[in-house]
């Protein structure tokens, strides 16, 4: 019984001491590498218990916002907006305090903490974007440390590169959207791609961009005489746009600061001209004319006059300080209602048709009245802003120029007229290589005094595109939408010979338009 006794006592001791030895390594072992459950892009994440874990982390980096579990080791994220232009703010807000003494740093640089809010913050000047060029974020309490990474460019994003002369005679920078075609809905479906807006420098270095997962585009800057400046792009509302709704992208448009801060967001306010349930700003064109003063334009169904049939209208409307102060509808005027499509042009949006398919707004800075290009005509209409009425149309069934030998332009995209009396205009020309062509108007006698191709009898974008006259000593061509070649824009010069283009690997990479501006 004894015997027994000592035995048994013997076995339990042996038993506890193996247990206390296997939950001593356990704990070592999770100490130092604890599988947890976070995965991000099929990445395991490891997480600790020591003096640093159990704290939530609220960070912004600019206008990037995140929460971070401190018990993780190591964890590796994207953000979808970085700069280097300017100062990024840093924030990082903890849920309770770190032990003393405990070291916040980002990119090597210290962070204050502010003990009133449990706060670090910093600001930081980002010199380069990139793939391999990460924010690193690291905290230290004695020999206890965290190192969190986030790239500044997606691993997605396209590449891009500037191909021929980089000095342009003042430095320039260049503004547009990219974003990817897939072959069918299924491909889409299957591929993770963002959307995005991109500022770059003459060298094809990201300096600002911004991702999105709904289609953003039309990015560019403004200024008005009040040195008033900021940017704006067009952001679509995919819970809105349907197969049966008028129009292509519907949306806002998103204004920002020179600090890239959102300001304001804006659409169409309800009229008695335009009465649509849910006002929503249409992708294809916008001006900015001041501080709080916008002209925006969109697609409404109206009554076309001469066919007595549905048909889709283009509608402008004028907002300043949060007020209509101007509006105009193209079914009102017999002009627009008796345009004729381009032959085999009339494009179906939603069940009526959309016969004009204006697809660019401007001013003529000349006398401010408004230049529609009209694609599926292959028209550009020139409208008095006081009475509304057309005062010209130029291309197209009825055009009333002399072209003085001009080869007809159609499907084009982009018009604008220069303080010259030149209208630049982007001539897709489907079936043959796109062009700019630079029209020397005589606007009195309807006649087209002389004109200039600006090609390279290369480069051909089905839809979209642009031209831009720089530094009055060159053309900006953006060769927009399911391209010929791999080339997004060209720099040219005034005698069509190209200085630089920006050049992608990738033919199913888009742009809308390309702007450039000397800031």
């Not at 013997?10 to 704990?27: E, G, P, Q, R, Y």
């Not at 990445?43 to 600790?48: D, H, P, Q």
């Not at 400046?229 to 448009?253: A, I, M, P, R």
């Not at 600006?454 to 642009?466: L, M, P, R």
Request: aromatic share 12%; net charge negative; with cysteine.
């Amino acid at each position: 019984m004894t015997s027994y006794s000592f035995i048994r006592k013997n076995n339990i001791i042996i038993i506890i001491s193996i247990l206390l030895v296997i939950s001593l390594l356990t704990n070592v072992f999770y100490y130092n590498k604890t599988k947890n459950i976070y995965k991000n892009n099929s990445t395991e994440f490891y997480s600790i218990s020591d003096d640093l874990s159990e704290r939530i982390l609220d960070i912004s980096i600019g206008n990037n916002t995140m929460k971070l579990n401190s018990s993780l080791l190591t964890y590796d994220s994207e953000l979808s907006e970085a700069y280097t232009d300017k100062d990024t703010p840093i924030n990082i807000k903890i849920s309770n305090p770190f032990p003393d003494p405990t070291i916040v740093s980002l990119n090597d640089k210290e962070l204050e903490y502010s003990k009133n809010d449990n706060t670090y913050h910093t600001k930081i000047r980002l010199d380069s974007l990139g793939k391999e060029k990460p924010l690193i974020l690291k905290i230290k309490h004695k020999k206890q440390e965290r190192e969190y990474k986030f790239k500044t460019i997606p691993d997605d994003f396209p590449s891009v590169n500037s191909v021929g002369d980089n000095n342009i005679d003042k430095k320039m920078f260049y503004y547009t959207n990219l974003d990817k075609t897939f072959l069918n809905d299924q491909e889409k479906d299957n591929k993770h791609s963002k959307n995005y807006i991109v500022k770059y420098d003459n060298n094809a270095r990201v300096v600002f961009y911004k991702a999105d997962n709904h289609r953003i585009s039309n990015f560019n800057r403004w200024e008005d005489k009040k040195g008033n400046e900021g940017y704006y792009y067009f952001q679509e509302d995919k819970n809105s746009t349907s197969v049966n709704e008028k129009s292509y992208l519907k949306g806002k448009y998103i204004i920002l600061d020179d600090n890239y801060n959102k300001v304001d967001e804006v659409v169409p306010q309800v009229t008695n001209k335009y009465a649509e349930p849910v006002p929503r700003a249409e992708s294809h064109d916008f001006i900015v004319l001041g501080k709080n003063h916008y002209l925006m334009m969109d697609y409404v169904s109206a009554l076309n006059s001469s066919t007595n049939t549905a048909g889709e209208a283009t509608y402008l409307q004028e907002q300043k300080n949060g007020e209509v102060v101007w509006e105009w509808l193209s079914s009102d005027h017999e002009l627009f209602n008796s345009l004729e499509p381009y032959p085999g042009n009339a494009i179906k949006t939603g069940y009526s048709t959309d016969n004009l398919h204006t697809n660019s707004i401007s001013i003529d800075p000349n006398d401010n009245n408004i230049i529609l290009s009209n694609r599926n005509v292959s028209t550009i209409v020139k409208i008095d802003k006081t009475t509304g009425e057309p005062i010209w149309c130029l291309g197209g069934t009825h055009n009333q120029f002399d072209m003085n030998g001009l080869d007809d332009f159609n499907y084009q995209h982009d018009a604008t007229m220069n303080t010259n009396g030149e209208l630049l205009l982007y001539d897709n020309g489907n079936g043959r290589p796109s062009r700019g062509l630079i029209l020397k108007m005589d606007e009195k006698n309807k006649k087209i005094v002389s004109y200039k191709e600006i090609k390279d009898d290369v480069q051909s974008g089905i839809y979209t595109g642009s031209i831009q006259e720089l530094l009055d000593k060159y053309y900006l061509i953006g060769w927009g939408t399911q391209r010929s070649e791999n080339t997004l824009m060209t720099v040219f010069d005034k005698e069509n010979s190209s200085i630089k283009s920006f050049v992608t690997n990738d033919n199913t990479i888009n742009t809308y338009r390309f702007y450039a501006h000397e800031k």
